[in-house]
């Protein structure tokens, strides 16, 4: 079964129960609205979907290791690092 991002319930809950809206009227947070909340999770959901949930299996089956101080990642997550950083998301807690 595919991995399946809740994104309409985050946001239900961003919106309804954390007042994303009152937030974002804090000096400061001005960037923080629902809008802004709705294409990050989205695009953070089509990454997942897409990149991070297929290496769940495979890296169950080919684990990674440690060696003698040297780390082997499971195939595929050496390009998943490389597409999230690419991505920026390493950096979406950052000020602009």
């Known amino acids: 079964m595919a991995f399946k991002a809740p994104v309409k319930d985050q946001l239900f809950c961003m919106k309804e129960l954390a007042g994303i809206d009152q937030i974002a009227q804090i000096p400061g947070f001005e960037d923080a609205g629902y809008e802004t909340a709705q294409a990050v999770l989205e695009e953070a959901a089509k990454f997942n979907e897409e990149v991070v949930a297929p ?30 950083t690419e991505g920026g998301w390493q950096g979406l807690q950052m000020p602009t």
């Open 55 to 84: 290496l769940n299996w495979s890296g169950d089956q080919d684990h990674g290791s440690w060696d003698n101080g040297v780390v082997k990642a499971s195939p595929g997550f050496k390009e998943a690092y490389k597409a999230l």
